[in-house]
């Protein structure tokens, strides 16, 4: 035998409870009343309608009076706001933890009462009420879990405005003006209803699921939504952007689910647009793991993680210093001449260019039995050798172009050596940095004209990610002429929307 549901009702008491406007109509506490036919009635008062309803007992008496017209029988309890509570009118989280306190108390009074037999139902009023209180309540009721009070239910109603023509009616709560307002006539239907099903918690995983994707933390963002919670693109979006910051991209790229985006989008979603970039094939590099690593520095960039941040410098720097040096000059495109060992850097034989490589060995003070490190010290003073022994210069570049390039690299070597080794190795931040080191370290990298970098200005630049992310973009731009469409396609920003737009359901599969 199932027993009955034993139906609890909490509602805070408004400005129009129990009546309506001009006493014209039920309240909304009467409509929820007279729909749910509760067994206990719950009303919490504010401070000010306390103070009222203490002197005159007006709503418990005409509730009274509800229940005979309507033959029922609940029990009414007074809940009054807790001392000194600070909430104003509009701030619902205040009113959300007190009237999760006070249901919880409601419904552990309530389960010590009744045996497990007894099932509960905890209806709560929200349009009675601030609107603080109703936003609190329809919260509570989307998000409390079954299982965390055993067998009880929440359900919340909401109630309709009356029909604008019904006229105005005395101003005393009697139970005469109870049994002739027109609610309660035969013919007119309740006007509470049960509030649709609205999964809150949902919504609210989702806008979490979001955030952590902005922060391009697909990982996280995969963890909060579960796979059997979304649709196939989705979740393929998020994979696509959970492989790219992990720089396997090119292990995504040959599963199934890059076939479905493959699909869905086109191919330019996952690959580059070639046509615009030069034939020589070292200008490929920007398409694969340099970009892709351009990208999560420009991630760690706008989400301001300044350590990690100039700790991933170093292996961006080297590709494009080498790049630098192979694209600009020619004889240096050769890769005979680059012998890559076991080390983290390979060594460049300059075999092809002894005048060069004698003034590269003296500049940095090398052996001469020695290769030349791809590091960004051996291939900066490389760089720098070239143009001062006039190395002829590839047919895409000018002197120009050679000079801010070489400039833009010696700007990033300055910072690689003041910022970058000391972050590698010591928990500090580039704050704590002063004009002296910044102008100790310039001096040893000088702009081709031989000036110095302002230290005053870096001391700016290491401020701001964005600034010094944009200024490495402008660099890869020098590189690698005509690359600058590859360097946009669908970066993370553009990933993210498009992510972001499925989650919410803007986009549908």
Not at 111 to 119: A, I
Not at 229 to 243: E, M, N, P, Q, R
Not at 402 to 427: C, G, P, S, W
Not at 456 to 469: C, R, V
């Amino acid at each position: 035998m199932v027993e009955k549901i034993h139906k609890i009702l909490f509602s805070p008491v408004g400005s129009n409870d129990p009546l309506g406007k001009n006493n014209s109509s039920d309240g909304s506490l009467v409509q929820v009343i007279k729909k749910t036919r509760p067994d206990e009635v719950y009303l919490y008062f504010s401070k000010d309608f306390a103070e009222v309803e203490a002197d005159s007992h007006l709503i418990e008496l005409y509730l009274g009076d509800v229940a005979l017209a309507e033959h029922l029988n609940f029990s009414i309890t007074k809940l009054y706001q807790t001392e000194n509570l600070t909430a104003g009118p509009h701030i619902f989280d205040t009113y959300y933890r007190e009237f999760t306190n006070k249901l919880t108390t409601i419904i552990d009074h309530a389960e010590q009462k009744y045996d497990s037999n007894t099932p509960l139902e905890i209806i709560l009023n929200v349009s009675s009420g601030t609107p603080a209180m109703k936003s609190a309540l329809f919260i509570i009721t989307s998000t409390m879990n079954v299982g965390q009070f055993n067998n009880c239910k929440f359900s919340s109603y909401q109630v309709s405005s009356p029909a604008s023509n019904w006229k105005p009616a005395k101003k005393e709560y009697t139970k005469e003006l109870y049994l002739n307002n027109p609610d309660s006539a035969d013919h007119v239907g309740s006007r509470a209803q049960q509030v649709a099903d609205f999964n809150f918690e949902k919504f609210l995983t989702r806008r979490k699921a979001i955030e952590f994707v902005r922060s391009y933390n697909y990982d996280a963002a995969q963890s909060l939504l579960k796979e059997d919670s979304v649709d196939k693109i989705t979740w393929a979006l998020l994979s696509y952007g959970k492989a790219r910051r992990q720089m396997q991209k090119d292990t995504f790229l040959k599963e199934p689910q890059a076939q479905l985006l493959q699909k869905t989008f086109g191919n330019k979603f996952l690959t580059p647009d070639y046509t615009t970039i030069s034939k020589h094939k070292h200008n490929y590099k920007i398409t694969d793991e340099l970009y892709e690593y351009l990208l999560n520095i420009q991630a760690l960039a706008h989400n301001n993680q300044a350590a990690d941040f100039f700790r991933a410098l170093t292996p961006a720097l080297a590709m494009l210093f080498e790049d630098a040096l192979r694209n600009s000059f020619s004889g240096l495109n050769n890769d005979s001449i680059y012998q890559h060992t076991k080390g983290a850097f390979g060594t460049i034989e300059l075999k092809d260019l002894p005048e060069v490589r004698s003034y590269v060995y003296d500049y940095l003070g090398l052996n001469t039995n020695r290769g030349i490190l791809l590091n960004t010290i051996g291939l900066l003073g490389t760089y720098r050798g070239c143009h001062d022994k006039n190395v002829p210069i590839n047919s895409r570049f000018n002197s120009e172009t050679i000079k801010e390039i070489y400039n833009t690299m010696a700007y990033f070597r300055v910072i690689e050596d003041a910022i970058r080794n000391q972050l590698a190795h010591n928990i500090i931040s580039s704050q704590q940095f002063d004009s002296k080191v910044l102008k100790t370290v310039s001096a040893r990298y000088p702009k081709l004209d031989g000036s110095l970098w302002s230290a005053g200005q870096l001391l700016i630049d290491l401020q701001d990610l964005n600034k010094l992310m944009a200024n490495l973009k402008r660099l890869s731009q020098l590189i690698y002429p005509g690359s600058q469409h590859a360097l946009t396609y669908l970066d993370y920003q553009e990933l993210n929307h498009q992510i972001a737009e499925y989650i919410d359901g803007t986009k549908k599969y």
